[in-house]
């Protein structure tokens, strides 16, 4: 089976968790004896694969005369974020090489879709998130084979209930078009059934799932020494949480004096972040780590005692199932798909932040507590692996097909 | 089909049916900020609705059934019970025609009374002391309520081995109850009287743990092979069992709660007795059957229980947060008695209760597949945090630290994870 999926970004350049999400995907998928041809904006040199093929859609871009496809689209941009880039490149003096604003960006990756549809050899179109919905109708149109739109977070998701009107119309138009959506979550499911009234027997789960590789020797931070340590890990942007996890970080430390806290990441709200904990008067207590990859994720991991995602709507994730591979215990928002399929760890709603002080408390005071947590949580995410979600989504594809 | 003898025409074999009557106080959500702030450590609302329900789901109708079935038979049907002081209290607080539903039942003179903690406590395994008072305490209860004192002795959970029976028999009973687990029968068989082998003449009445199940789990189960299981087959199953008793004991809550009225539960416990007598058989209690000489003695050194497959101690002692919570509230317990304070006390004595505990069970946890029922937690990581909030406002108000990583006290050298 030929699958021409279209996406926008792919290990080891991400911001973020779709890319490590299309990665396990493509690669499992592969072992099921799916051919995968991933399009993105830019394929930037060294993202090549050995399972997946790789086009950058720059390439094409060229043909229908766009002079340059230096894409400054990344997944979780907005559209203001998107200016703040445009507009310091601008000074630069490079702006000549961009569109104007985020739509357009996206409209100039739609619009190679259609060649790359004539060109590419496929059985079936597989879209992910809203700025390659436009892409994959336009692909659908050409060759006229199924189109299957995978929603890894809606627009209420990233902007915490305030969405931008163009981009949810994209992604309201994505999920009509589509043959069947693959949502990452019964979270996430109910968010679309919701918000943009899809038939709920339209809408397939897919949770996902992890890479089967083991991690290395766990890391020993000096940091462990005299404190424990509690992390955020995630773009510092609404939709995570990282404000309430600021005030939970000054309660602990009202009542655990012996702790350290990480906000590993960066985002929008990063500034007002460090200007809160410096009102906190907890600026001592906390390091702002900015971006982590590769193996900086693993080794924060490792230092941390207990993994924070306190995400106001988290569509699925995956970093939390990562913490739980690192041997780190977890504390997750209810708000969040991977609340749903794992059973140990600790889950609190995201703004209560007195219920979360007193769970994270408890685990840096009794250390039965984190062993227990520890112990049955690395166990229970041995049952994840990438083969399962790619099974998934092969049947998904199969249905699809014969509809 | 039970693996049992048949014989020939030696006397038939009576039954022994003992109920396991216990609520816990269950706690409420206690969080870190309640500690020094106030001490209201139990969910009166939740223990109030759960026993209203179960005393009109299982209690009620149930009691009325076996009423109306002591007097119809005039004597020759009859029961035990052993009802929880945790139980009994919220009886008179939630649900007091309960109470009185079973003093009628008591007045009939078909009723035993067994003896265990009043707590419905696992002091038999850290605390020897607490451990008889409890018992006292209880067989106080069972006096000044039912005018009897129980001569027959049940530990929670049926944990049991050689050292408890032989504190069992210090304390004056004749008998005790235990689960008849495989391990410890081996090509032995439940429906015989036993002697545990570090007692002088104690008796040991062993569950019979298939057709107790019958009842208690498999009922309404429709995939089951021999569902749907009437009064008539479960009595022809009985009628050729040799042996001097069918011990069948269970859970109380079986009528009605774990098992629903729409499986048929209470007509079957209806028209079981008329099967059973139809056959020649009877009804028997604990008590009545001490005088019968035991076929043989029992070396039981690990602990058993009635819990689950393992029949162990693990569904409350199984990790670590379980062992650490039970030293923690060990080790408090002589700042709470020198306290004099009643209220420390008691709420002390109820965090004993063995729910407390089995609720931290992380044993079947990755599967999703909780310690259900009544369950107030959503993990078990909930409820050691719970806990641990609830015994730190204990050492609060007791002035005292509960220090971390001692290790725990016991009188019992031979208790192992």
Not at chain 1, 22 to 29: A, I, Q
Not at chain 2, 301 to 319: F, K, M, Q, T, V
Request: glycine fraction near 6%.
């Amino acid at each position: 089976m030929n699958i021409l999926m279209f996406g926008w970004e792919f290990p080891p350049f991400k911001t973020g968790g779709l890319g490590t999400a299309c990665h396990g995907l493509t690669k499992g998928l592969s072992r099921n004896g799916a051919k995968v041809t991933f399009v993105m904006p830019i394929a930037p040199e060294g993202a090549q694969s050995n399972f997946v093929k790789i086009l950058g859609a720059d390439k094409f871009a060229k043909k229908i005369k766009i002079h340059k496809i230096n894409s400054l689209l990344t997944p979780y941009m907005t559209s203001e974020s998107y200016e703040t880039k445009y507009n310091s490149l601008n000074a630069s003096g490079k702006q000549e090489v961009y569109g104007k604003n985020l739509y357009e960006e996206v409209q100039r990756f739609s619009a190679t879709s259609g060649m790359i549809a004539k060109q590419e050899k496929h059985d079936l179109i597989h879209v992910h998130d809203w700025m390659t919905y436009q892409a994959g109708i336009n692909a659908k149109k050409i060759s006229g084979k199924p189109l299957i739109v995978h929603i890894h977070a809606t627009e209420f998701d990233r902007t915490g209930g305030n969405p931008n009107n163009t981009i949810s119309n994209i992604e309201y138009n994505g999920l009509k078009e589509a043959d069947l959506v693959i949502a990452n979550s019964n979270f996430t499911k109910q968010n679309v059934i919701q918000h943009y009234k899809i038939k709920p027997d339209k809408i397939k789960v897919v949770h996902w799932g992890i890479d089967e590789t083991n991690y290395g020797e766990k890391y020993k931070s000096p940091m462990t020494q005299k404190d424990k340590i509690v992390l955020f890990l995630g773009r510092v942007t609404i939709q995570k949480g990282p404000d309430y996890f600021i005030e939970v970080a000054k309660k602990v430390s009202d009542n655990y004096p012996n702790v350290k806290f990480i906000v590993a990441g960066e985002g929008d709200m990063l500034p007002r972040m460090i200007a809160r904990s410096a009102e906190l008067g907890i600026s001592h207590k906390i390091v702002f780590t900015g971006f982590l990859q590769g193996q900086d994720v693993y080794k924060a991991f490792q230092t941390a005692d207990l993994y924070v995602m306190p995400s106001v709507s988290e569509p699925f994730g995956l970093v939390a199932l990562e913490a739980l591979k690192n041997n780190t215990p977890i504390l997750i928002s209810k708000q969040s798909g991977v609340s749903e399929v794992i059973n140990n760890a600790l889950k609190t709603d995201f703004w209560d932040i007195n219920e979360m002080t007193n769970k994270i408390v408890n685990v840096l005071k009794y250390d039965e507590l984190r062993e227990e947590l520890r112990e049955n949580g690395s166990k229970e995410v041995q049952k994840f692996n990438l083969d399962t979600p790619a099974k998934k989504c092969m049947a998904i594809y199969c249905e699809a097909m014969h509809q | 089909m039970h693996g049992n003898i048949l014989r020939g025409d030696a006397p038939m074999t009576n039954i022994c049916f003992y109920f396991q009557v216990h609520q816990p106080f269950r706690l409420r959500k206690y969080s870190l900020f309640d500690i020094g702030q106030n001490s209201n450590y139990f969910d009166d609302k939740k223990n109030k609705e759960i026993m209203e329900k179960i005393a009109k789901k299982c209690y009620l109708p149930t009691n009325k059934i076996l009423l109306d079935l002591m007097k119809k038979y005039e004597g020759r049907f009859k029961i035990a019970f052993s009802i929880t002081g945790t139980a009994l209290e919220q009886f008179s607080m939630y649900a007091p025609e309960v109470l009185q539903s079973f003093k009628k039942m008591s007045d009939t003179g078909c009723v035993e009374f067994l003896s265990e903690t009043y707590y419905h406590s696992l002091s038999a395994l850290f605390d020897k002391k607490e451990f008889t008072q409890q018992i006292q305490q209880h067989t106080k209860a069972m006096k000044e309520l039912f005018g009897q004192k129980p001569t027959v002795f049940r530990n929670t959970e049926l944990i049991f081995n050689n050292e408890i029976a032989k504190h069992i028999e210090e304390m004056g009973y004749k008998a005790i109850l235990a689960e008849g687990a495989d391990h410890v029968l081996g090509w032995r068989s439940p429906n015989f009287v036993y002697k545990p082998k570090t007692t002088k003449g104690m008796k040991l009445f062993l569950k019979n743990y298939r057709l107790s199940d019958d009842i208690a789990f498999r009922f309404g189960n429709k995939n089951w092979e021999s569902y749907p299981l009437t009064p008539k087959k479960y009595a022809d199953w009985i009628s050729p069992i040799m042996g001097d008793t069918i011990n069948l004991f269970m859970d109380y809550e079986t009528f009605g709660e774990h098992q629903w009225e729409d499986t048929g539960i209470f007509n079957f416990l209806k028209q079981l007795p008329y099967e059973v007598f139809k056959r020649k058989l009877g009804f028997q209690t604990p008590s009545e059957m001490i005088s019968v000489q035991p076929k043989d003695q029992l070396d039981i050194h690990n602990p058993i229980s009635w819990a689950d497959l393992e029949r162990d101690l693990s569904a409350w002692l199984g990790n670590k947060m379980q062992w650490s919570a039970m030293q923690r509230i060990y080790s408090m317990k002589n700042s709470v008695y020198e306290s004099k304070d009643e209220f420390l006390i008691d709420a002390w004595r109820k965090l004993t209760t063995s729910d407390h505990f089995y609720y931290m069970c992380t044993k079947w946890f990755n599967d999703g597949d909780v310690h259900k029922y009544f369950n107030p937690y959503d993990s078990p990581y909930d409820s050691f945090i719970t806990f641990m909030n609830v015994l730190n406002d204990i050492a609060f108000r007791l002035k005292i630290e509960t220090k971390q990583n001692t290790q725990l006290q016991t009188t019992n050298k031979w208790i192992k994870i």
